[in-house]
């Protein structure tokens, strides 16, 4: 069964420093790995994905991914945290499935606080 | 605004009421997903649509809950005899054919049943 880990609820960074938020991944398979902000009261933003390719995915607002097969891992980075960046963080994984569609499974998610 | 349309934003029902919720998808994007997400969790997936034709739905979702995509384009969610359990916000995603594995959320539309 595909399942996602996001180990850390909340992740506490001051402004200006670099961010890590933390995914581990169980799939059969190829994965395709996603991850998604969502911000107060509203719906989930796509920041970014690993399909194939490059290990290291560029995604929206300076965000990127390190895809690492050997350790089944996909963290979020960023080099320089905002304030801004405060929000709720979700990975997630999905596969080829019968019928070929992909839904999604998510982790618990993982809330940054970027402090001033 | 050309994204994923959600109404009502907000529904408070009474315990044992049905309730309806809709859902736009982007225009053109030809899958549509609806997931619920509870406090403290990541969303879960419910149900998933290809064009009309409503091709899997989760354990989750039970006798009680009914979904539909008549011409395959808006869909409704209906929960019918509502539970405290069933407090929650419904999310809607959509994806578009030719990048199926991208999903794009709606605002969701949260439901609290008293």
């Known amino acids: 069964a595909q399942s996602v880990a996001q180990p850390e609820d909340q992740v506490n960074v001051a402004e200006g420093n670099p961010l890590t938020v933390k995914c581990t991944y169980s799939?059969?398979?190829?994965?395709?790995l996603f991850w998604y902000v969502q911000y107060p009261n509203r719906g989930l933003q796509f920041l970014l994905k690993y399909i194939t390719g490059d290990n290291l995915v560029k995604g929206s607002y300076g965000f990127e991914a390190e895809f690492n097969k050997s350790q089944t891992s996909f963290h979020l980075k960023k080099p320089s945290a905002l304030v801004s960046d405060s929000a709720l963080y979700f990975c997630a994984v999905s596969g080829v499935v019968s019928g070929g569609y992909n839904k999604l499974i998510f982790g618990a998610g993982t809330r940054l606080a970027v402090h001033p | 605004d050309t994204g994923v349309s959600q109404n009502p934003r907000h529904k408070i029902t009474k315990r044992g009421q049905n309730v309806t919720f809709r859902c736009d998808p982007i225009?053109?994007?030809?899958?549509l997903y609806w997931y619920r997400q509870t406090l403290g969790q990541g969303p879960e997936f419910l149900t998933y649509f290809q064009n009309e034709a409503q091709l899997e739905k989760s354990r989750l979702l039970s006798d009680r809950f009914s979904a539909e995509r008549p011409k395959g384009s808006f869909s409704t969610l209906e929960i019918q005899r509502t539970e405290q359990g069933d407090s929650a916000m419904y999310l809607c995603?959509?994806?578009?054919?030719?990048?199926?594995?991208?999903?794009?959320f709606g605002p969701g539309t949260r439901l609290t049943v008293l």
């Open positions: 225009s053109e994007h030809n899958r």
């Open positions: 799939v059969s398979g190829n994965p395709y």
């Open positions: 995603a959509s994806s578009f054919r030719d990048s199926p594995d991208t999903q794009y």
